[in-house]
């Protein structure tokens, strides 16, 4: 009778002293940084809950005296409640277009072959390099000649597709095997029904990243919406907050809780789309 081999154990896993002392130094140092980082924030949350007395003589993180009254401040004298609205209208209206022309863009230069495709992208992207200041004026004449000017559109139209989304969603849709698409023509799938129920469906992820570019930019843009936009009932949150310097001259109480209104709503987007945001960065760096 012939027994049966014992079977093999795997070697043990031997970790050095020295691997184990760097990533405990890294760990340290990372946790170092990420407290540096996170520091302004928190201590602008805790300000925006001290009286005023209170914040520029305290040197302490946590309040003393909490209150609420600069939160009720904003929003009962400052036309808060129209900025927010400004905003959110204008960051999502960008958010959905932007990911539309985006994502359309870059189905057509990933998967279509044309004469110029090459050098017609590398123009596209050119335009990356080109400061904002010096397509400002000419840019403004245009909205003038559209009659946009003080209009929420005025702000919202130059927003409405991304040179860097497009060649976001080209790194992507590089990848997508061609057999998908031949595949639904085949089946006798016109282009645009492959687009929005092949291309798009595969494209969450690296859409879910653009989506965020594309809302904090437009969330944080200040330059243009003040050249644009001129009176109160227009104005976006940006402009708001810059106007609280001029009513509310050194009152870092108020502008620390114009600031945790502000950007509450940019965490809890990135909140509930990080796990898309990190996989869809992944995914377009498969392929350059």
Do not use: C
Not at 49 to 68: D, G, H, M, R, Y
Not at 94 to 108: D, E
């Amino acid at each position: 009778m012939t027994g049966s081999a014992p079977a093999l154990k795997p070697a043990p896993h031997i970790t050095s002293p020295w691997r184990n002392l760097r990533q405990g130094i890294l760990h340290v140092f990372l946790g170092f940084m990420a407290i540096v980082a996170l520091f302004p924030f928190v201590w602008m949350v805790f300000a925006s809950f001290k009286p005023f007395k209170e914040l520029v003589q305290s040197k302490a993180l946590l309040p003393i005296n909490w209150t609420t009254e600069n939160y009720t401040e904003i929003l009962t004298r400052v036309n808060f409640e129209v900025a927010v609205a400004n905003s959110i209208y204008s960051a999502v209206t960008v958010t959905v277009i932007t990911l539309l022309t985006s994502s359309a863009l870059g189905f057509i230069f990933a998967k279509y072959r044309f004469w110029g495709k090459e050098y017609l992208f590398i123009l596209l992207l050119s335009t990356m390099m080109v400061p904002f200041a010096v397509v400002l004026v000419p840019l403004y004449i245009t909205i003038g000649d559209l009659n946009l000017v003080n209009k929420l559109w005025g702000f919202i139209i130059t927003g409405l597709w991304s040179t860097f989304g497009v060649f976001l969603m080209r790194q992507f849709m590089e990848v997508i095997p061609y057999e998908y698409l031949d595949a639904a023509r085949i089946d006798g799938a016109s282009e645009w029904r492959i687009f929005f129920t092949i291309i798009i469906p595969l494209s969450t992820s690296p859409m879910a990243a653009l989506g965020i570019f594309a809302f904090l930019a437009n969330w944080d843009s200040f330059l243009w919406p003040l050249v644009v936009l001129n009176t109160p009932d227009k104005q976006t949150l940006p402009l708001l907050l810059a106007g609280l310097r001029s009513i509310y001259w050194a009152r870092y109480d108020m502008w620390s809780a114009g600031s945790v209104m502000t950007t509450v709503p940019i965490i809890l987007v990135y909140a509930f789309a990080s796990k898309y945001f990190i996989r869809g960065m992944a995914l377009t760096g498969i392929k350059g």
